[in-house]
């Protein structure tokens, strides 16, 4: 089913004369830069509220100095220094010459129960990469020695799993060595087993990566993510994750960058992409009251020339929804919304 797109104007908040911005904070993780570039931010909320943003940094993207890195907002509180938590080292050579691949696409998950999990990805390039997992007991001030997740699986591969009613977490994975292909992998105890779907495309009609998953009022699941069809795919499932229907492409825009989507408390979905065929800007929030069917577009987060990409977007126990997202390459930015204002 075709999903229309309301407007495809890029526009501001939808507010009339006298009505609240629904943008309450818009701010950057950090304004020294730590590395010459950073990329691919994910965010989440620990336990006790506290806010928890990392992305990768390093010289540039595939640089083998790039590492994963950590900031922590507490509330009421500022963010953090940022700190490298993560790097790709393999071995050192007894004359101490350290090799290193890069890292890529951290992507943060709070469990009910457990730990703050962070996956990573480690590897000379996304053909070849593996999967990493580190765990923290105390809202990201230190992390546990990181390990490889099992042959096989890569972990959640850009956006943020999602918790089933059983208490497993799902997630969204790809490869790129066959093709663009979506897959689905499940854990029931925390990252130390799995089960992986096979690929539900075959990378030729639909080129398909980075799927975020939609909870629906329906109890089925909807996945949304990007393409190299210039359009953001989908895909649903009515029996948790476990099997998927044929993937289509949306009326959605895709430029062949990230998205992301998170359901609301109040029964809507609420997605964060880049409203183009071409580039990375605009930056844009878009709305759909009808499970995922049609969207509305509500907010335009950045209009400017130059880069603003790879959006996460959770939202946290007060209601309130936090987007994070790429800025030129340079920094991280937060935006923090109301969505009862969109």
Known sequence: MSMLLVSMLA???????????????EEFVFDQEPTPQCHAATIAEAKGGTLVASWFGGTHEKHPDVG?????????????????????????????????????????????DG???????????PRDWWGMLTTSDDGGQSWSEPRRLPEGILGPIKNKPIALPDGSILCGSSTEDQGWRVHFERTADLGRTWIRTAPINDGEAIGAIQPSILSRADGSLLALGRSRQGRIWRASSGDGGESW???????????????????????????????TERGRSPLNVAISADGGETW????TLED??????????????????????????????????APDRL
């Open 68 to 112: 994963i890195w950590v900031a922590r907002k507490a509330p009421g509180g500022e963010w953090s220094a940022p700190v490298e938590v993560a790097d790709g080292e393999q071995y050192e050579t007894p004359d101490g010459e350290v090799h290193r691949h890069p890292c890529w696409n951290p992507v943060l998950f709070q469990p009910e």
């Open 304 to 337: 400017e020339p130059g880069e603003y990409s790879y959006p996460a977007v959770i939202q946290a126990g007060d209601g309130s929804v936090h987007v994070t997202y790429t800025w030129k390459r340079k920094r991280i930015k937060h935006v923090v919304i």
């Open 115 to 125: 730990p703050l999990l962070l996956f990573y990805k480690v590897g000379p390039s």
């Open 245 to 275: 229907g044929a993937m289509t492409l949306t009326d959605l825009p895709n430029p062949n960058s990230g998205t992301d989507a998170v359901s609301l408390a109040d029964g809507r979905q609420l997605l964060v992409f880049n409203a």
């Open 296 to 299: 509305e577009m509500v907010l």
């Open 11 to 25: 526009m501001g908040p939808m507010a009339g004369p006298g009505a609240q911005s629904p943008v309450l904070v």
